[in-house]
């Protein structure tokens, strides 16, 4: 089945460490997000990316890195410069063509500090 | 940029129908989506609107007024699970496909 693939579910993450949430879709998507949920929010835009190799900040980067050298995959580094990172991570695909596409998101990554 | 206003919490019957409303102020529009997102989950999608009016698929359907920045969602005959927080997100004209989320009404279907 076509689909999008977070990994792991829960990860936990000492001070001064920088972990690697891992997105991986074979819906032949062009266009990949990062997202962050806090309890009783809504989705922010971490980072996205339309094409193998290219990427665009999103409304709160800093502290995150991304990567995109294939298309079915898209990984999120939170690293030590992120001082609040306990958080929900969604990953997001769709289509670039076609004005009525969905994105459509993994399972998620539950990330929380030790 | 973008701002989107949704109702915080709303609590309906198991029957019943209930509309949660979604406002918007945006630079540039370029489509309107519904997400429901069961706690701890991903968001599925629901609906979208690009067109006024009203768009239904059923038991749930969703308007849209582009002069007005508004839109809603109404659920009917709800079930219990159906309790669930819905996400209105906007798509603007920037490119990318990129959306902006509100914040999420969390509803709460009771017998």
């Known amino acids: 089945d076509g689909g999008i693939t977070q990994s792991p579910k829960y990860l936990f993450r000492k001070e001064g460490q920088n972990v690697t949430l891992s997105c991986e879709q074979n819906?032949?998507?062009?266009?990949m997000y990062w997202y962050r949920q806090d309890p009783g929010q809504g989705l922010r835009l971490i980072y996205y990316?339309?094409?193998?190799?290219?990427?665009q900040k999103g409304d709160i980067a800093e502290g995150y890195s991304v990567s995109r050298e294939k298309k079915e995959s898209f990984p999120l580094t939170v690293t030590s410069a992120q001082k609040n990172p306990t958080a929900f991570y969604l990953c997001?695909?769709?289509?670039?063509?076609?004005?009525?596409?969905?994105?459509?998101f993994g399972d998620g990554t539950r990330l929380s500090i030790l | 940029g973008q701002n989107i206003d949704q109702p915080t919490e709303m609590t309906a019957t198991e029957g019943a129908i209930v509309q949660i409303n979604c406002t918007y102020q945006?630079?540039?529009?370029?489509?309107l989506f519904w997400y429901q997102q069961h706690a701890g989950e991903a968001p599925t999608f629901l609906s979208y609107?690009?067109?006024?009016g009203l768009e239904e698929k059923g038991r749930f359907s969703s308007f849209l007024s582009r002069s007005k920045g508004y839109s809603y969602l109404l659920l009917k005959e709800l079930q219990m699970k159906d309790s669930a927080s819905y996400l209105c997100?906007?798509?603007?004209?920037?490119?990318?496909?990129?959306?902006?989320f509100g914040t999420g009404t969390q509803l709460k279907v009771e017998l």
């Open positions: 997001a695909s769709t289509p670039l063509e076609g004005h009525n596409q969905p994105q459509h």
């Open positions: 990316s339309q094409i193998v190799n290219d990427f």
């Open positions: 609107n690009v067109l006024d």
């Open positions: 997100a906007v798509r603007g004209t920037g490119g990318g496909n990129k959306l902006t």
């Open positions: 945006t630079s540039g529009f370029n489509g």
């Open positions: 819906l032949n998507h062009d266009a």
